[in-house]
């Protein structure tokens, strides 16, 4: 079967990263199809990231380059990469290298007829303890409070068909996009599966999130998006939902 594939990374002072998921997301896509694209969305990166993107462009025709002049959070940039996508499915990981974009391939064998959405979910955390038991929290919290169908929310690693994409509108501007994103595709009448996906140690950089500031940021966001969500029906379908 050929594919119609966007495959995009939000970039956040990833620029010792970004190489490598540019170069092997390009060799594996040549090998799956004619017709892709590659989109690293710089979201206001304060690191060299923008030297780096523009040495890859002169070996990578299909590399597209979105330029956040200042941060809108990541939110803001997993909605501008899917702005930016023009192919029939849409793939997006993190730009810190944490998953292995070949896997992609095992997001793809499973979209099969009646299949929306392909969600990975970690094998195993490769995180310090803490990071993981936090994780183990938040997962449980998250699926409670909002009733998603998959169970790692967390796990950045998907793909999706564009119509499910299209048919609702993402507003958050933080990482709580995710639990909008999964929730309101999911309420539209889309069908999600899951795959397990192998999760790696950070590369280079440190985590944002992990800090007091943020972390209580999150929970502000969630305990709004709830209500929007939950209480007000605050969303609207773009398309008919799948028959």
Not at 96 to 107: G, N, T
């Amino acid at each position: 079967m050929s594919h119609s594939i966007s495959a995009f990374f939000p970039a956040y002072n990833d620029a010792w990263t970004i190489p490598s998921l540019v170069i092997t997301t390009d060799r594996l896509l040549r090998g799956l199809t004619d017709d892709y694209e590659i989109i690293v969305v710089d979201d206001g990166s304060p690191d060299h990231v923008e030297e780096v993107l523009a040495d890859l462009q002169a070996h990578y025709p299909r590399l597209r380059v979105v330029t956040h002049p200042r941060n809108r959070g990541y939110g803001g940039a997993l909605r501008s990469g899917f702005a930016h996508a023009s192919k029939d499915l849409v793939f997006y990981t993190d730009g810190d290298a944490q998953y292995d974009p070949r896997e992609l391939v095992r997001l793809l064998a499973q979209l099969k007829d009646g299949v929306d959405v392909v969600n990975g979910y970690k094998l195993g955390r490769s995180d310090a303890l803490h990071r993981r038991v936090v994780g183990r929290l938040y997962q449980w919290a998250i699926r409670l409070a909002f009733g998603l169908p998959i169970r790692d929310v967390d796990c950045d690693f998907r793909l999706f068909r564009r119509r499910a994409l299209d048919a609702v509108e993402l507003e958050s501007d933080s990482g709580t996009i995710t639990v909008e994103m999964v929730r309101k595709i999911h309420d539209a009448g889309f069908r999600f599966v899951e795959v397990p996906v192998h999760h790696y140690p950070r590369a280079a950089g440190s985590s944002q999130f992990f800090r007091f500031r943020r972390v209580a940021q999150t929970l502000l966001d969630l305990a709004g998006l709830w209500w929007y969500l939950r209480t007000r029906k605050g969303w609207q379908l773009r398309s008919a939902a799948p028959s």
